[in-house]
């Protein structure tokens, strides 16, 4: 079975500080990982994916993840937070063709506060 | 980039009525639809998964008599709460895939269902 860890339920980082929020997953054959982001009483918007190639994957916003199989990761950052990133992201992973499955499993979430 | 919308974004209905909610994908073919259900501060759950032309599947534990999905065309899935009760209560998301987009789904922007 999949899974997606997001060890922190909040994280608070000053306008203009890096920002990273951590995932780790577990899946059957190669992930398929995501981010996605989604604000108040709104669906989730896709952030960025990692299929294959360049571990290190750029997204919207600014954002990057990068994927490190060996640690099974996949934690999200940006260089310098915005105020307006504060919202809720999501990390998930569906495994390839190999692992089979067509589901698509979420981590619990974690709230970003950026704050001035 | 590809758009899905829901309608409606807010319902308040009666306790043992029936509700649908309607998910479009505006600018792309949808070969698979899905349907969750999002707690306040909770992950999202999948209730199941549906392909045009097809009976959707249904996640363990959801009742497909009470949640009733229609997937007829590439482009709409309807969910149909029946006999609703307030426990229904919830934030209810699709999501779809297809067109070009081989790897991500791209999500509604949610329907808050209120069950008096």
């Known amino acids: 079975a999949q899974s997606v860890a997001q060890p922190e339920d909040q994280v608070n980082v000053a306008e203009g500080n890096p920002l990273t929020v951590k995932c780790t997953y577990s899946v059957s054959g190669n992930p398929y990982l995501f981010w996605y982001v989604q604000y108040p009483n709104r669906g989730l918007q896709f952030l960025l994916k990692y299929i294959t190639g360049d571990n290190l994957v750029k997204g919207s916003y600014g954002f990057e993840a990068e994927f490190n199989k060996s640690q099974t990761s996949f934690h999200l950052k940006k260089p310098s937070a915005l105020v307006s990133d504060s919202a809720l992201y999501f990390c998930a992973v569906r495994p390839d063709f190999t692992g089979g499955g067509n589901k698509l499993t979420f981590g619990t979430g974690t709230q970003l506060k950026v704050e001035l | 980039g590809a758009v899905v919308s829901q309608h409606p974004s807010r319902v308040i209905c009666k306790s043992g009525t029936s509700v649908k909610i309607e998910c479009r994908s505006l600018d792309f073919q949808a070969t698979t639809m899905f349907w969750y259900r999002q707690f306040p501060k909770k992950s999202l759950m999948l209730m199941a998964t549906?392909?045009?032309?097809?009976?959707?599947?249904?996640e363990q534990g959801v009742e497909k008599d009470k949640f009733l999905i229609n997937h007829a065309s590439l482009t709409l899935s309807t969910l149909t709460v029946t006999s609703a009760h307030p426990e229904d209560s919830s934030f209810y998301i699709c999501?779809?895939?297809?067109?070009?987009?081989?790897?991500?789904?791209?999500f509604g922007p949610g329907t808050r269902l209120t069950v008096t």
């Open positions: 549906s392909n045009e032309g097809s009976k959707a599947t249904y």
């Open positions: 999501s779809a895939r297809g067109g070009l987009a081989l790897y991500e789904q791209y």
